[in-house]
C-alpha cells in the first residue's frame, strides 16, 4: 500500500486522534526514561539495591531499547507497523506490571529490560505511522512537531510525575501508572489507525540487533567502570574489547546483508545526518542537565523529589511552544534556522544555568527554560529531517535511526554526565580529619555520614558543587560543536529544499 493510499482511508479526524493515541504512546516511552530520576533514591533504599544495581535500574531500559530499535524498525516494515504498536503496547503493560510489584532489586532490573523491548517494539511504529497517515505537508510537520515536543516535554514531566506519585504512594506507582494509559492506546489504536500494512517480503535480522546490543552494553560498563574509584581495569578492558567487538560485527554484517537494518550511505545525505545530530545531542543536553540538576537540588538543597521535579519542568515550559512553532514554520524556512538555530539557543541556556546555579536562582529557571526552548525547536524538525530523507520502503529503518538516536542521546548522557560528575566528585574532595574513606565515593555515600561527621557536608557540597559546573561547561561545549557542524551540514539551498518538498519526491531525492 502506498503512503498515498494508505492515507485515503483516514479522516482527518481520524488522523489527528492518531496522533493523539500514538502521542500517548511515546509518552509513556519518554517518561520512563525519566521518571526514575527523583524516585531512584527513594526505590534503592527501599528494595536494598547496591551501586551497581543502581546503575542497571536506570540503565538496563535504555540500553536494551537503543540495542533492539534498529531491528524493530525493519520488523515493522515487514509484519506491519500497526501491528508493532500493538504488540508493543501489550509488552509494555505486562512489563510495568511486573517492574510495580518487583520484590527485588533484580527482577526489577529484568522487568525494567523487558519495558525496553515493549518500548523498542512500538517506538518506530510512533513516527512510522504519522509518516503514512499525513499526506499533507503543513498538517505532516505540524504531526512532527507534536511527536518532537514530546521528547523533550516527556523527558521534563518525568521527574515530576515520579516526585508527585512518591508524595502519595509507593515507589512501584511510577510503573502501575503506565497499565492503564497503555490499555487505552491499545483500544484507541483499534479504532483510529489505518489497515496493517505488511511487507512480507522485508528481510528481518536479529543476529544484527544482538551485536548492536553488545557494543552498547559493553560500552555503557565501560563508561560507567572508568569513572568508579578505584577503577577495575579488567573489566574495563574486557567490557571495552565486547562492545569494540559488538560494533564491528554489526557493520561487517549490514554490509553482507542484502537489506541491513542500517544503509550507511544515507549518512551522505547532509540532512538526514544533521537530524540525526541535532536529536540525539539535544537530548543529550537535556538528560543530561535533568540528571545532574535533580540530584543537586535534592541532595544539597532538600528539595522533595516533587521540587526538584518541578524545577526542571521549565525545560518543557521552553519545549511545547517552541516545539510546535518549529514544525508549523518549517515550510517556510527549511532546516537550517530551526535545527542550528534552536542548538545556539541551547547553548545560550546551558550558559544561563551555569550562572543561575551559582550567582541567581532566577537565572537558572530562566536558562532552563531557554534550553528547553532551543532543544524544542531543534527537536521539532529532527524528525522530518531523517524520516523526510528515507528511501522508498525505508520508512522503519529511518524511524529506528531517529529514535537510536534520542535513545543514544538520553544512554550517553547518563552513563558520561553521570560517571563524569561522580569522578570530579570523588577526585577533588577534601575531607576532614577522621571521616570515613566512604564519603569519598559518592555525594549519597558522604552524606549518609553526615550525622556522624557533621563537617563532611560542607566538603561533599562543594566538591559537588565543582563536578556539577564541569559537567554543565562539557554539556556547552557539545551543544556548541552541534551548532557548528549542522551549520555546515546544512549550508546552501538543499536544507530548504527538504523542507518544501512532497514526501514522496524527498524519499526518492534521498535515495539518489
Do not use: C
Not at 514531566?157 to 497503555?182: D, E, R, T, Y
Not at 554489526?250 to 541491513?260: G, I, S, V, Y
Not at 546555579?357 to 524544542?376: C, D, E, K, N, Q
Not at 554543565?472 to 552541534?482: F, G, K
Amino acid at each position: 500500500m502506498s503512503v498515498s493510499a494508505g492515507v485515503r482511508q483516514v479522516s482527518r479526524a481520524q488522523r489527528w486522534g492518531l496522533l493523539a493515541t500514538v502521542s500517548a504512546g511515546l509518552l509513556l516511552i519518554v517518561l520512563d526514561n525519566s521518571i526514575l530520576y527523583t524516585a531512584l533514591p527513594t526505590l534503592t533504599k527501599e528494595l536494598g539495591a547496591t551501586g551497581s544495581q543502581a546503575l542497571w535500574i536506570i540503565n538496563a531500559y535504555p540500553v536494551v531499547m537503543a540495542g533492539l530499535l534498529l531491528g524493530s524498525g525493519t520488523l515493522g516494515d515487514r509484519v506491519g507497523h500497526r501491528r508493532m504498536f500493538l504488540i508493543g503496547l501489550v509488552i509494555f503493560g505486562a512489563a510495568s506490571l511486573l517492574a510495580a510489584f518487583a520484590p527485588t532489586a533484580w527482577v526489577l532490573i529484568a522487568a525494567r529490560a523487558l519495558l525496553a523491548v515493549g518500548a523498542a517494539t512500538m517506538m518506530p511504529a510512533t513516527l512510522a505511522l504519522i509518516a503514512v497517515t499525513f499526506d499533507d505537508e503543513r498538517e505532516r510537520n505540524i504531526a512532527f512537531g507534536v511527536w518532537g515536543s514530546l521528547s523533550t516535554v516527556g523527558m521534563a514531566l518525568g521527574p515530576i510525575v515520579g516526585g508527585a506519585l512518591l508524595q502519595v504512594f509507593w515507589w512501584g506507582s511510577v510503573f502501575l501508572i503506565n497499565v492503564p494509559v497503555a490499555a487505552a492506546a491499545f483500544i484507541a489504536t483499534i479504532m483510529l489507525a489505518p489497515p496493517n500494512d505488511p511487507n512480507p517480503a522485508k528481510k528481518w535480522d536479529l543476529l544484527s540487533s544482538i551485536w548492536a546490543l553488545m557494543g552498547l552494553v559493553g560500552a555503557v560498563l565501560t563508561i560507567k567502570e572508568f569513572a568508579h574509584t578505584p577503577q577495575n581495569w579488567l573489566l574495563i578492558v574486557g567490557a571495552g574489547l565486547i562492545s569494540a567487538v559488538g560494533f564491528v560485527l554489526f557493520t561487517r554484517r549490514q554490509k553482507r546483508l542484502n537489506e541491513p537494518l542500517l544503509v550507511f550511505s544515507i549518512f551522505r545525505n547532509r540532512a538526514f545526518t544533521s537530524g540525526v545530530i541535532a536529536a540525539s545531542l539535544a537530548m543529550f543536553a537535556v538528560a543530561g542537565i535533568e540528571l545532574i540538576t535533580t540530584q543537586r537540588y535534592q541532595l544539597l538543597e532538600g528539595f522533595t523529589p516533587l521540587g526538584a521535579g518541578l524545577l526542571v519542568a521549565a525545560l518543557a515550559l521552553g519545549a511545547l511552544p517552541a516545539s510546535l512553532i518549529g514544525g508549523a514554520i518549517l515550510h517556510r524556512t527549511g532546516l537550517r534556522p530551526i535545527i542550528t538555530g534552536g542548538l545556539t539557543t541551547a547553548l545560550v541556556g546551558a550558559v544561563l544555568i551555569l550562572i543561575g546555579v551559582h550567582i541567581s536562582f532566577p537565572a537558572l529557571i530562566v536558562g532552563l527554560i531557554v534550553v528547553g526552548a532551543g532543544t524544542g525547536f531543534a527537536m521539532s524538525v529532527a524528525s522530518i529531517a531523517i524520516v523526510g530523507n528515507a528511501p522508498p520502503g525505508r520508512e522503519g529503518m529511518a524511524s529506528s535511526v531517529e529514535e537510536v538516536s534520542y535513545e543514544f542521546g538520553s544512554l550517553t548522557a547518563v552513563a558520561m554526565l553521570g560517571s563524569l560528575i561522580t569522578f570530579i566528585y570523588s577526585t577533588v574532595i577534601r575531607l576532614p580529619a577522621g571521616a570515613p574513606d566512604q564519603a569519598q565515593q559518592s555525594l549519597p555515600d558522604a552524606l549518609a555520614v553526615v550525622d556522624a561527621y557533621p563537617e563532611v557536608f560542607a566538603a561533599a557540597h562543594a566538591a559537588y558543587n565543582t563536578g556539577y559546573t564541569i559537567t554543565m561547561i562539557v554539556i556547552s561545549i557539545i551543544l556548541a560543536a552541534a551548532v557548528a557542524t549542522t551549520a555546515v551540514l546544512l549550508r546552501g539551498s538543499g536544507a530548504r529544499n527538504i523542507a518544501s518538498a512532497p514526501a514522496q519526491k524527498r524519499s526518492t531525492d534521498a535515495s539518489e
